[in-house]
């Protein structure tokens, strides 16, 4: 953005350099504000009673009262077996980055989240009515949370899936445990 700036001046663009300045200073704002709430969830104990589906359900809550997207909780609860502490940080992260993709890049009305069993594994499943996307094409220079998606389902043994089509929605899947994850 600022070498667009940069550009804009050498061309005599004043206005256009004015207005690309405006939205980087924005730009830095929304990123600086996302630091201080990771941050700040880093520095958040959460109590040892809560369980994976009350911090799920909690992340849930708190993304839905930041946003006006309807979001759907769908969840198996009696057969979904309490994930080890490292897996269930790694869940987290996974759901709130798809949640936050969803918020920036779907323009989506309603957001379904699922948590529930397949087979012997379980799964966590974001599904949106945005405007999808060519999960085959590359990601934008400077987007990495699909791949950083990707790395945390890796990293606990696990496997993500996702859908999407341009003018369809996205489905965002993590499957983890079980003898077909091991």
């Avoid at 207005?19 to 830095?28: A, C, V, W």
């Avoid at 060519?134 to 859908?163: K, N, T, V």
Wanted: with cysteine; charged share 25%; net charge negative.
């Amino acid at each position: 953005m600022t070498d667009q700036v940069v550009e804009f001046l050498a061309e005599g663009q004043d206005e256009a350099a004015l207005e690309r300045l405006y939205k980087t200073r924005e730009t830095i704002g929304k990123a600086t504000r996302e630091v201080c709430r990771a941050i700040n969830r880093l520095m958040d104990e959460t109590p040892a009673e809560q369980d994976f589906r009350a911090r799920l359900k909690a992340l849930l809550d708190e993304f839905a009262s930041t946003c006006d997207l309807k979001l759907v909780w769908q969840s198996e609860a009696e057969s979904t077996p309490e994930p080890s502490a490292q897996v269930a940080e790694q869940v987290l992260n996974v759901t709130r980055e798809a949640l936050t993709n969803v918020l920036r890049h779907a323009q989506a009305k309603q957001v379904k989240v699922t948590l529930g069993k397949d087979g012997d594994g379980c799964f966590v499943s974001i599904e949106d009515d945005g405007v999808g996307f060519d999960p085959a094409q590359s990601a934008p220079s400077g987007h990495f949370g699909l791949q950083i998606m990707r790395a945390r389902a890796a990293h606990i043994g696990g496997e993500l899936f996702i859908e999407s089509a341009p003018g369809a929605g996205s489905r965002v899947m993590l499957k983890w445990g079980g003898d077909s994850l091991q």
